[in-house]
């Protein structure tokens, strides 16, 4: 017998139970006793039935399985959150479908729909650096299943997110600068669209107005933050005037301009004190080390993936934002050696 196109009525015929009575042992149903329910499903067996889960799906409108929306896998800090979301989902009987936006608005918005059409019944996202509105959101939302934030924290409908403390690890990062002996340090910020790098900048400033020194426009510099941008913005770097810091919202940028900075006789810290921000596994293996601020990803994948299984199961969403903490790793490319006084 075909093994593709075993039905219950052939193991119903097979037995002589009622078909009826072969679905429920199927289904687990307590109403089928333990001895006939091991009879129905030993030549279920035998016979190679395959559980139409299509079918059951649409019957339950429930597919045990989540989306998951990341900028880019290739980054290690997305792909220890992806780590701690399945870890969490297998252990919970869910699927995961993970999807990468690529930082485009475009992807995202079509991931989205695809995300919908599956009827997925929750789902995780870290928004693109190129989205501004939500619009694409909305018929997912309006379907009923719950939408959770990552990483990049949103205000839409009454969405939960997860996230650092973005304003106060900037803050500790470019207050470490100062306490350094650095006077004009340099922001490499990321798209002042999302809320995440408008708090990273606020934090920041905050420093600087808190031990007296000025922010200059012009040490702000903003970009995606990729190598080829981290690069471009070293060069930027070396017009300025009296720079000898820089603080960057993310390593990759941060290690470009080390790598830049070497190149062309810049001495780090000696001459520019670096600080990134992420704790990729590169950071503490380059020369010299990079001080970073490490943050919690791994656990903000399991909280994450916890938060959207509760929703899934209660019909509700919290919208209730969840605040990690994360910490600053001090390493060689800080340690400035000039001025130590404030």
Known sequence: MNSGKVTIHDISKAL???????????????????KTKAK??????ELGYQRNILASNLRTNKTNTIGVVVPRISRNFFSNVIAG???????????VLICQSLESLEREQKIMATLLSNRVDG?????????????????????????????????????TSISINDFEASFKATEHLILQGCKNIVHFGGPQDIELY??????YKAALEKYGLKYEAPFCLISKLTEKEGTSMAKKVLKLKDVDGIFSVNDTAAISAIQYFKAHGVRIPEDIAIVGFNNDPISAVIEPSLTTIDQPDFEMGKKAATLLMHQIKNKKSTGKSVVLTSKLVVRDSSKYKINTEV
Not at 40 to 45: D, E, M, P
Request: hydrophobic share 30%; charged share 25%; net charge neutral.
């Open 16 to 34: 002589g139970i009622d078909s009826s009575t072969v679905s429920r042992a199927l289904n687990d149903s307590p109403r089928v006793s333990k």
């Open 40 to 45: 129905i499903l030993a030549k279920a067996t």
């Open 198 to 203: 408008q708090n990273r900048k606020k934090g």
């Open 123 to 159: 789902v995780l996202i870290s928004i693109s650096m190129q989205t501004t509105s939500f619009e694409h959101l909305k018929p997912y939302k309006d379907y009923g299943s719950p939408i959770v934030f990552y990483d990049r924290p949103c205000s839409f409908e009454d969405c």
């Open 85 to 95: 979301i399945e870890e969490t989902a297998y252990e919970a009987g869910y699927n």
